[in-house]
């Protein structure tokens, strides 16, 4: 699903990023919290990758579509902190995660709603 507004960077995996999700599950089953991996690393590698295989790039746009495909069908637990991407079986961890990612769907559910307020009040 792309989202709107966001469609050049949102829209559904390509085949080639496909083959990126392959190799980012394998290379993320190695990470842990001591050794979380953040986006810029994690971008070059896939695009040294990329250019040795002649696949397309991959910016941190489409990374983030990428983990959310691996999160979604439920292959990897991906957790993402301020220090990286990492993958872990750990309750707390996990749970941590789940709350941050719903903490941060009601903070855009409340801008939904006041710009949803502000649109009413111009009607």
């Not at 390509?14 to 001591?34: C, P, Q, S, W």
Request: proline letters at 2%; glycine letters at 4%; charged letters at 30%.
């Amino acid at each position: 699903m792309s989202i709107t507004n966001f469609e050049s960077i949102t829209y559904e995996l390509t085949e080639d990023e496909m083959k990126h999700v392959n190799g980012l599950i394998l290379a993320l089953k190695l990470r842990r919290k001591e050794t979380a991996i953040k986006a810029p690393e994690i971008v070059k590698s896939m695009n040294i990758f990329a250019e040795r295989h002649g696949l397309i790039k991959m910016t941190e746009a489409r990374l983030r579509k990428c983990i959310n495909f691996i999160r979604s069908n439920s292959l990897l637990p991906v957790i993402a902190t301020s220090q990286g991407y990492f993958c872990s079986y750990d309750d707390k961890e996990l749970s941590d995660q789940i709350k941050s990612l719903t903490e941060r769907a009601n903070s855009i559910f409340d801008c939904v709603r006041g710009l949803d307020k502000i649109l009413k009040e111009i009607k």
